[in-house]
C-alpha cells in the first residue's frame, strides 16, 4: 500500500529526513537512497508516495519514494554492471598484471586492504544513516576510495544502496576512481612502485 505525505524534515548533508502522511498519522523516516535513481534532491515541503516498512527497533521507514507525480522509471538493473563484477574483473587483471611482472605484489595487497576499508566505512555510515547516529565524512570516502579503496565503496555502494542516488557524491566518487588509476599506473610505468615494494616487502 503507497502513502501520500509531505517531507517536513531534511538534512541534505547527511541524506535523511522525515515524511508525514497527508491524512495523519506517525511520521516516518525516508533515505535519500529510497528515490528513484536520477531524482533531484528532496526538499522541505515535497508532495511524496512512498510504502512503509518497520526497521529492527520498530521505527517506521518509508521505502520506494517517488515525488508527486513522479513515473515509474524502466527498471535499470539489467543494464548496469554489479559493482561486484566490475571489482572482480578489475582485481583479475591485477593479478594477472602482477603474474607477468608489469606491477608487484604490494598494488595487489594495498588494492585489498584499503577495499576492505572502504567496505566498512560504507557499511557503517550506512547504518548511522538509518539510526540517526554520527555520519562519517563524505571527505573520507572520497580520500579512502582515491587511496585504492574504490573497488570496495563500489561493492558497498550497491550492496546496501548508499550514496548510489547522490549525484554530486558519484560525481567525485568517479573521478577518484579515474585518479587513482591514473596514480597507480603511473607509479607502475616509472618503476616507483616496484621500488616501493622492494624497500616495504624487503623484495
Known amino acids: 500500500m503507497r502513502h501520500a505525505g509531505r517531507i517536513t524534515e531534511w538534512n541534505d548533508e547527511r541524506g535523511?529526513?522525515?515524511?508525514?502522511?497527508?491524512?495523519?498519522?506517525d511520521r516516518a523516516f525516508v533515505h535519500v537512497s529510497e528515490f528513484q535513481r536520477?531524482?533531484?534532491q528532496p526538499v522541505v515541503g515535497d508532495l511524496i508516495s512512498y510504502e512503509t516498512t518497520r526497521d529492527a527497533r520498530n521505527r517506521l521507514n518509508a521505502r520506494t519514494v517517488r515525488f508527486a507525480g513522479q513515473k515509474i522509471a524502466?527498471?535499470?538493473n539489467s543494464l548496469r554492471l554489479p559493482g561486484w563484477k566490475?571489482?572482480?574483473a578489475f582485481f583479475s587483471l591485477l593479478v594477472l598484471?602482477?603474474?607477468?611482472?608489469k606491477t608487484p605484489i604490494l598494488v595487489v595487497l594495498v588494492y585489498l586492504a584499503a577495499s576492505l576499508v572502504s567496505y566498512m566505512m560504507y557499511f557503517l555510515d550506512k547504518g548511522a544513516a538509518e539510526k540517526g547516529y554520527r555520519r562519517t565524512r563524505e571527505s573520507s570516502l572520497h580520500l579512502i576510495d582515491l587511496l585504492c579503496g574504490w573497488p570496495g565503496g563500489l561493492v558497498a555502494q550497491q550492496q546496501f544502496r548508499h550514496k548510489t542516488a547522490k549525484a554530486?557524491?558519484?560525481r567525485m566518487y568517479w573521478l577518484t576512481v579515474l585518479l587513482n588509476l591514473?596514480?597507480?599506473?603511473?607509479?607502475?610505468?616509472?618503476?616507483?612502485?616496484q621500488w616501493l615494494s622492494d624497500v616495504l616487502l624487503g623484495g
Not at 16 to 25: C, R
Open 16 to 25: 535523511f529526513g522525515f515524511v508525514v502522511p497527508s491524512g495523519g498519522g
Open 38 to 40: 536520477g531524482s533531484r
Open 74 to 76: 524502466a527498471p535499470v
Open 86 to 88: 566490475i571489482a572482480l
Open 97 to 101: 598484471a602482477t603474474y607477468f611482472g
Open 168 to 170: 554530486p557524491f558519484q
Open 182 to 193: 591514473g596514480g597507480v599506473a603511473w607509479l607502475a610505468a616509472s618503476g616507483k612502485a
